[in-house]
């Protein structure tokens, strides 16, 4: 069985960074790829970018371009979204999730989230 | 890249059919067939219903199903349950390699 679990919820002041986590288990971690999704309070799904867990390469939603990089550790099957620059409106849950596509992209594990909330 | 474009809501009783539409653009939902549909509940992860326009995945009843005819895609339940009431969200692949959200659809089962 899968499970993709996230470090815990983070409070940050405007401007800091936050570093979120999301372990994998119960797969080949390398043979995915992972992207990060998030959910502002309220609101609708927000797709931020996609990961090759094996060669690392990264795709980016132009609107956090600059600001947010993924990276990931193959030895303990995670991988990391930080994103800097934080504002009040990026205080939204994370999630990470699972793309086992060779073509495409669909997400078919989710971890159940991180809630980081941006305030001064 | 704009978000796909979806009802805000919708509704049915128990035991009808429902259809959900998602609506893009030729660089996304019309020139891929790489839609896919997320349900969820309040304060829980998505859960990925159907990909690749209509294929359900294992344990996804076959109450659910998609399809995609030009720049818009649809998914349809049949015999309304429940618990069918929750969010639902289509999602694309894109011609940049990226991937776009609908903004949802709230699923009321009345």
């Known amino acids: 069985q899968v499970h993709l679990v996230q470090s815990g919820a983070e409070v940050k002041k405007p401007g800091a960074s936050v570093k979120v986590s999301c372990k994998a288990s119960g797969n080949t971690f390398t043979d995915y790829y992972a992207h990060w999704v998030r959910q502002a309070p309220g609101q609708g799904l927000e797709w931020m970018g996609w990961?090759?867990?094996?060669?690392?390469?990264?795709k980016y939603a132009q609107k956090f371009q600059g600001r947010v990089t993924m990276t990931r550790d193959t030895s303990i099957s995670t991988a990391y979204m930080e994103l800097n620059s934080l504002r009040s409106d990026d205080t939204a849950v994370y999630y990470c999730?699972?793309?086992?596509?060779?073509?495409?992209?669909?997400?078919?594990?989710w971890g159940l989230g991180t809630l980081v909330t941006v305030s001064s | 890249q704009a978000a796909l474009t979806q009802p805000a809501s919708v509704s049915g009783s128990p035991g009808q059919s429902i259809t959900i539409s998602c609506t893009g653009t030729?660089?996304?939902?019309?020139?891929?067939?790489?839609v896919s549909w997320y349900q969820q509940h309040p304060g829980k992860a998505p859960k990925l219903m159907i990909y690749d326009v209509s294929n359900r995945p294992s344990g996804i009843s076959n109450r659910f199903s998609g399809s995609k005819s030009g720049n818009t895609a649809s998914l349809t339940i049949s015999g309304l349950q429940a618990e069918d009431e929750a969010d639902y969200y289509c999602s694309s692949y894109t011609s940049s390699s990226t991937v776009v959200f609908g903004g949802g659809t709230k699923l009321t089962v009345l």
């Open positions: 990961m090759n867990a094996n060669s690392g390469a990264t």
């Open positions: 999730a699972r793309d086992p596509s060779t073509s495409g992209a669909y997400l078919d594990y």
């Open positions: 030729s660089s996304d939902v019309g020139g891929y067939n790489y």
